[in-house]
């Protein structure tokens, strides 16, 4: 089956970790997204990627950090200098086919750092 | 910046009815509006994607229209269930060339009863 897997659906850490976040598509998308989600905020765009090798920030990039070695894969760290970090987090990815750009989404990790 | 916003932001209706979920955006700019469902806890599912050139999309049940010139979009959904009980997002791509990113409405939280 084709789609977006993220891993693990629970994330526990203690407050000044660092934390990696997996995502990985078998879609041969080329862009990939991280989004967080709060309640009543809606989603935010973290850190997006056209192409691997390259990503741009999005509007809350601040605390977090990504890589994108692989076409697959767009891992997320959310690093000690995020003030808030406890958040359900998101991954998508998207490919442009006939003038489309759909953006399929993951299932989701939900972090808590106590 | 383009802002999206959903109205109402919880709706809730008995089965059977047909019902009316509201987007409206404030740049008309657009490449492509897209509605997606999302269950608690879960990840986001596309439902329908209605490019610039068309005026609405169908899938069973649903159908998405688009008016570009107005800022708005409505997803309807004929002959409510219970199943359908869900958060309903819309989200706009504005049209630039290349991959852009989406912005988000904080969605419409649907109870149907039965």
């Known amino acids: 089956d084709g789609g977006i897997t993220q891993s693990p659906k629970y994330l526990f850490r203690k407050e000044g970790q660092n934390v990696t976040l997996s995502c990985e598509q078998n879609?041969?998308?080329?862009?990939m997204y991280w989004y967080r989600q709060d309640p009543g905020q809606g989603l935010r765009l973290i850190y997006y990627?056209?192409?691997?090798?390259?990503?741009q920030k999005g509007d809350i990039a601040e605390g977090y950090s990504v890589s994108r070695e692989k076409k697959e894969s767009f891992p997320l760290t959310v690093t000690s200098a995020q003030k808030n970090p406890t958040a359900f987090y998101l991954c998508?990815?998207?490919?442009?086919?006939?003038?489309?750009?759909?953006?399929?989404f993951g299932p989701g990790t939900r972090l808590t750092v106590t | 910046k383009q802002e999206v916003t959903q109205i109402p932001a919880a709706l809730s209706v008995p089965e059977g009815e047909n019902l009316v979920l509201n987007c409206s955006f404030t740049?008309?700019?657009?490449?492509?509006l897209q509605w997606f469902r999302q269950d608690p806890g879960k990840g986001l599912t596309s439902l329908l994607l209605?490019?610039?050139?068309?005026r609405e999309q169908t899938s069973g049940r649903l159908n998405a229209s688009l008016d570009k010139s107005s800022g708005r979009s409505t997803l309807y959904i004929a002959a409510s269930q219970p199943g359908d009980s869900a958060t309903y997002l819309c989200?706009?791509?504005?049209?630039?060339?290349?991959?852009?990113?989406?912005?988000f409405g904080k969605g419409t939280m649907l109870l149907v009863s039965p």
């Open positions: 998508a990815s998207s490919l442009r086919d006939r003038g489309r750009y759909e953006q399929y």
């Open positions: 879609l041969n998308h080329d862009a």
């Open positions: 990627s056209q192409i691997v090798n390259d990503f």
């Open positions: 740049d008309s700019a657009i490449y492509n």
């Open positions: 209605i490019q610039s050139s068309q």
């Open positions: 989200a706009a791509l504005p049209s630039h060339s290349g991959y852009s990113t989406l912005t």
